[in-house]
């Protein structure tokens, strides 16, 4: 039988960011589908969808700096939808969904989500979340400020 895709509410706001059910059919439920629909091949009308609805994905050296792309690889992204992302490039696409969803969830509206991404902050030694997004770990140093945040517990 024809089922429509359960998508588990943890993953929702990072599926709604890459275009939702328009470009993504599959069932997400645990860490282990991320991992299988990332490494199938997250479709490129997904990040398109992605970087025409986030502001600062507008400006090249964010979206070098998040996605890993060149305003040149984005436009070639834009010619052909229906491919598919490699690896990495769907890794960081998910991982700044995921970072923007958690952003918006601690600062109330997606606008405030962005500025903050923008701004240097004093926890990660005035660097802009934003261009940490470049490595794992500065990725990782993001997330962590955002917990701390979220529950206003500073370290």
């Known amino acids: 039988t024809d089922r429509e895709p359960t998508i588990s509410p943890e993953f929702r706001a990072m599926l709604d960011l ?4 328009r ?13 299988a629909f990332i490494a199938h091949g997250v479709p490129r009308s997904a990040l398109n969808h992605l970087i025409s609805s ?43 969904a995921e970072i923007l969803s958690k952003a918006t969830e601690v600062f109330g509206t997606r606008e405030a989500a962005e500025q903050w991404l923008e701004r240097p902050a004093l ?17 990782k140093q993001v997330e962590n400020l955002l917990v701390q945040l979220e529950y206003c517990v500073y370290i």
Not at 18 to 21: A, E, H, V
Request: cysteine-free; charged content about 25%; aromatic content about 6%.
């Open 18 to 21: 890459l275009g939702g059910q």
């Open 123 to 139: 926890a990660l030694n005035q660097s802009r979340p934003i261009d940490l997004l470049s490595t794992q770990i500065g990725a």
């Open 54 to 96: 986030v502001s600062l994905l507008g400006r090249e050296e964010n979206l070098k700096k998040a996605i890993g792309l060149s305003a040149r690889t984005s436009q070639r992204h834009k010619s052909a939808p229906d491919a598919v992302l490699n690896e990495d490039q769907g890794s960081r696409a998910w991982k700044f």
């Open 23 to 35: 470009f993504i059919n599959v069932f997400i439920r645990s860490e282990l589908d991320v991992h």
